[in-house]
T-cell receptor
């Protein structure tokens, strides 16, 4: 099956800092989603981004499908940005294959 | 509009017992998928149902089964529970399998 690798595994930021999370995938994908998992376990949709660039407030994402990677940018980080960020890709079987996640800790 | 709802939110079961988890998709969504997330890992695909038919199954034993009802809600059943089945079980819904998926809050199952 497809391999999804996220880096870095852990990220510690000072409030106000910017950061970039990366997702590499091993095969062609139909779609890609970024999620933020809150401390209670719910996966919150951030971006649905099979290709191109999208922005939502302080967050933006870019997917370069031909080179098999996606980036999630967090600008001016806040303590509420803490949590685990997951990248998940969809292939021809239409199931989501998740990476292992990046754990982000934002310190005040 | 209501999001994806799962019940119960927490559950404690004994080894060997059976458990049923329930999921109601977002109104208008016909695709429901189930995922298992153990601590420290990303969610793993268990089942996908679309228009009441099984469209995909992950690498899980036959103790795991699911179904989708005419109203598109879904149940996940696990028989002969093992300690290793302790996990967060997540349900996702989408308009169709290739569309954006939205997740419920999950059911946290503890097997003792």
């Amino acid at each position: 099956g497809i391999q999804v690798e996220q880096s870095p595994p852990d990220l510690i930021l000072q409030e106000g800092a910017n950061s970039t999370l990366r997702c590499n995938f091993s095969d062609s994908v139909n779609n890609l989603q970024w999620f933020h998992q809150n401390p209670w376990g719910q996966l919150i949709n951030l971006f649905y981004i099979p290709s191109g660039t999208k922005q939502n407030g302080r967050l933006s994402a870019t997917t370069v499908a031909t080179e098999r990677y996606s980036l999630l940018y967090i600008s001016s980080s806040q303590t509420t940005d803490s949590g685990v960020y997951f990248c998940a890709v969809v292939t021809n079987d239409y199931k989501l294959s998740f990476g292992a996640g990046t754990t982000v800790t934002v310190r005040a | 509009d209501a999001g994806v709802t799962q019940s119960p939110t927490h559950l404690i079961k004994t080894r060997g017992q059976h458990v049923t988890l329930r999921c109601s998709p977002i109104s208008g969504h016909k695709s429901v998928s189930w995922y298992q997330q153990v601590l420290g890992q990303g969610p793993q695909f268990i089942f996908q149902y679309y228009e009441k038919e099984e469209r995909g199954r992950g690498n899980f034993p036959d103790r795991f089964s699911a179904r989708q009802f005419p109203n598109y809600s879904s149940e996940l059943n696990v028989n002969a529970l093992l300690l290793g089945d302790s996990a967060l079980y997540l349900c996702a819904s989408a308009v169709s399998p290739e569309d954006e998926a939205f997740f419920g809050q999950g059911t946290r199952l503890t097997v003792v």
